[in-house]
């Protein structure tokens, strides 16, 4: 079943380091999706953070997102010559793919808990 719902813009708000432009899919008020993009120094732009709702997922919700943003970009002459890059998850990398973006190198996410630094000789207390 696809659902109806709208897309609402948030410009940048001017308060904040970063300049970020988001789209949100709502239905009845409740996000079901954003797309954001960041304009960095150097004439660069970064997509990133794409999420759609589980139970919304491959109704084309991430599509239409992406569709406002690339129109966005391309409405009038603010970004020419700009460079979009993004980092991609297997699942976003084929709607790049197909707007022409070129592959580039593989990333892996890696993790480790930060531990409580062992104590030194001098610095360990010796009670008995
Ligand atoms: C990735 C994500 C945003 C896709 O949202 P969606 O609304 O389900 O995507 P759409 O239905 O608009 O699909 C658009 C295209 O994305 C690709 N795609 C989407 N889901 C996919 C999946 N599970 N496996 C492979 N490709 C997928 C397909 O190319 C698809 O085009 P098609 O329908 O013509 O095959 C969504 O799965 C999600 O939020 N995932 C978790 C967060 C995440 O990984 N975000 C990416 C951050 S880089």
Not at 47 to 60: I, K, N, P
Request: hydrophobic letters at 35%; aromatic letters at 14%; one cysteine or more.
């Amino acid at each position: 079943m696809t659902h109806m719902y709208d897309i609402l813009y948030v410009p940048p708000s001017g308060t904040t380091q970063y300049c970020q432009h988001t789209w949100i899919a709502h239905i009845n008020q409740v996000c079901t999706g954003h797309i954001h993009m960041q304009v960095e120094a150097r004439q660069k732009i970064k997509f990133l953070d794409a999420w759609v709702h589980e139970d919304y997922r491959r109704q084309g919700i991430y599509r239409k997102l992406w569709e406002a943003r690339w129109d966005f970009i391309h409405k009038d002459e603010e970004y020419k010559g700009y460079k979009v890059y993004a980092w991609c998850k297997p699942m976003s990398l084929p709607l790049l793919l197909e707007n022409g973006f070129e592959r580039g190198e593989e990333c892996v996410y890696v993790e480790k808990e930060i531990m409580k630094p062992k104590p030194t000789g001098e610095q360990c207390f010796v009670s008995c």
